[in-house]
């Protein structure tokens, strides 16, 4: 398995830190916060190509299944599934854990899940209609993990790594953005309501890029919650969710009986 072993050219000790006490998720108003994420005209006319850039790419089979091909030769995924098996897995990863699990955590913070994720919307479209990341830039990923305190970032680190430098890049942006220089900082801050949440980040990557073995960094209600964290135990790596999606149906047909039927999630087929 593939992983930079190199120490790091960023030196986050040396950089100015921006003041974190608060986010400003806890602390401004919510009409300020949406004029914060949406940015100026600029900002939106880039968000919007990037959403056009993400919905062409989704009748790109070929870039996805090479960047499979890349994760299967590094030993991160045994199988590749279908395309079909993909979609249905999609799905079943969105209602069965990332939904739930982040109603539930944000629930836990006392905030509204619906505002949380129109705040998500307008910081960047594009990531909210990715769930596997697999139609998705590497700024679009990068992006997506600094604007939510993940269930278990290893997910993404391992979707990255599908790129060339993509890991070297999100240490870079987390770095930036702890330095107040990256230029999403403000939207993002705007958006995550854990002010040791980058910070911790960085240190993981940097864990990660040393030993993908290391221990992943679970938010606190997958941790503390047997449910979501026996799915978390399938969805949250890239091995996991690909084994589980290549056990999903391959016809279409087959398709639609599994989300009809299945209504919750199906521990018999999940990753051990």
Not at 90 to 116: E, S
Request: with cysteine; charged share 25%; aromatic share 8%.
């Amino acid at each position: 398995m593939a992983c930079a072993l190199t120490p790091s050219v960023y030196d986050f000790q040396t950089m100015p830190a921006v003041d974190v006490g608060v986010t400003d998720r806890m602390s401004k108003n919510p009409w300020s916060l949406v004029r914060q994420t949406m940015g100026d005209r600029r900002a939106r006319w880039q968000k919007v190509a990037q959403l056009v850039r993400v919905l062409q790419s989704y009748g790109d089979t070929a870039k996805v299944e090479a960047r499979l091909e890349r994760l299967r030769r590094l030993g991160y995924i045994d199988e590749v599934p279908a395309r079909t098996q993909r979609i249905v897995g999609a799905l079943d990863m969105m209602r069965f854990f990332i939904v739930p699990c982040a109603a539930d955590y944000y629930a836990t913070k006392g905030l509204d899940f619906r505002f949380h994720t129109l705040l998500r919307f307008l910081d960047d479209p594009a990531s909210l209609i990715d769930p596997t990341g697999f139609n998705s830039t590497p700024g679009a990923i990068i992006g997506h993990v600094m604007q939510v305190v993940h269930a278990n970032p290893q997910y993404d680190f391992q979707l990255l790594e599908s790129f060339e430098d993509g890991l070297e890049q999100m240490e870079h942006q987390v770095v930036e953005l702890l330095a107040g220089v990256h230029p999403r900082s403000r939207s993002i801050l705007s958006i995550v309501e854990d002010p040791s949440y980058h910070a911790r980040l960085l240190e993981h990557i940097r864990e990660f890029r040393r030993d993908p073995n290391v221990a992943p960094l679970l938010r606190d209600n997958v941790a503390n919650t047997p449910e979501f964290a026996a799915i978390e135990r399938t969805f949250g790596t890239v091995a996991g969710a690909m084994r589980y999606f290549a056990k999903m149906p391959r016809t279409t047909m087959g398709a639609v009986r599994h989300l009809l039927r299945v209504r919750t999630f199906p521990h018999d087929v999940a990753t051990a």
